[in-house]
């Protein structure tokens, strides 16, 4: 079994490390005779404009979207959630490429600039504690889209809970006000898992296995579970900003990238 990481731009050697960690072939995604073969493909974090504009120029769109519309997995983390929306907001003029699928509207900088990534302690869904784990995760966001609102066959993972008076745009401040002062950031709809923050970016395996189990049974593979777990203090719902977002491996050259 082989897996598919979207390799144009973005955080795409972490999502590497982690399945080869997990057991799993990992390849590298280019061209669109690179998707043949393929059991399930992830869409990293990175520039979604930038991503959608190199897609476009190497003539990926047309091949991802037969891709999706064979049933076969994919995974967007943060500008990856962004190009599975079916509708996109915040976008920059003249917007961007979307491979939709994905029944929800998109804020695509709801928390923000660089400056304002951070990181907290969420829940864990019921898939994600079936896995084994503790009770929560740690979500990393960095210059996060948000997922402002979903239709009726979305399955909604994990929503975050707003500080008073903070919210992605002032537009949006209404809307969030009705819905409790929370935003969705992981949602899955049939083939297509969608999440707003970055797992690769930490030892947490969990979300990496999630995605394997939706992957076809005649090619799946046993999933090893990862055996390290975080154990620095979690607070549930707490944002903590970073202390310099450069510190993400994301920001470093991931070839050294070591997962400890």
Same mark, same amino acid.
């Given at each position: 079994m082989a897996v598919g990481v979207l390799a144009l731009q973005g955080s795409f050697k972490e999502h590497i490390v982690?399945?080869?960690? /997990?057991? *799993?072939? %990992?390849?590298? *995604?280019?061209? +669109?005779?690179?998707?043949?073969? /393929?059991a399930g493909l992830i869409i990293p974090g990175g520039e979604s404009?930038?991503?959608?504009?190199?897609?476009?120029?190497?003539?990926?769109?047309?091949?991802?979207?037969e891709f999706a519309s064979g049933g076969k997995p994919i995974w967007g983390t943060c500008a990856g959630l962004i190009f599975? %929306?079916?509708?996109?907001v915040g976008q920059k003029s003249g917007g961007q490429a979307l491979l939709g699928g994905l029944d929800c509207t998109v804020h695509r900088n709801?928390?923000?600039? #660089?400056?304002?990534?951070?990181?907290?302690?969420?829940?864990?869904p019921a898939a994600l504690t079936e896995l084994g784990g503790t009770e929560s995760f740690r979500a990393v966001f960095i210059r996060a889209p948000a997922i402002v609102d979903a239709g009726p066959d979305v399955d909604v993972l994990a929503a975050l809970e707003l500080p008073s008076g903070e919210s992605g745009a002032s537009s949006l401040e209404k809307k969030t006000e009705e819905k409790g002062k929370k935003v969705i950031v %992981?949602?899955?709809?049939?083939?297509?898992?969608?999440t707003a923050f970055h797992p690769e970016l930490t030892s947490d395996s969990r979300w990496h296995s999630l995605f394997l189990k939706m992957l076809p049974k005649g090619g799946k593979a046993e999933v090893q #579970?990862?055996?390290? #777990?975080?154990?620095?203090? #979690? *607070? *549930?719902?707490?944002?903590?900003?970073?202390?310099? +977002?450069?510190d993400l491996p994301v920001f470093r050259d991931s070839s050294f990238l070591v997962f400890e």
């Open positions: 982690a399945l080869k960690k /997990l057991g *799993v072939e %990992a390849v590298e *995604v280019r061209k +669109p005779e690179q998707l043949i073969g /393929l404009t930038t991503m959608a504009k190199l897609a476009e120029e190497y003539s990926l769109i047309p091949a991802l979207k599975l %929306a079916d509708k996109a709801f928390f923000g600039s #660089q400056l304002n990534s951070f990181e907290t302690e969420l829940p864990a %992981a949602v899955r709809q049939g083939n297509l898992l969608a #579970q990862a055996k390290e #777990q975080e154990t620095e203090e #979690q *607070v *549930v719902r707490v944002l903590r900003p970073f202390t310099d +977002p450069k």
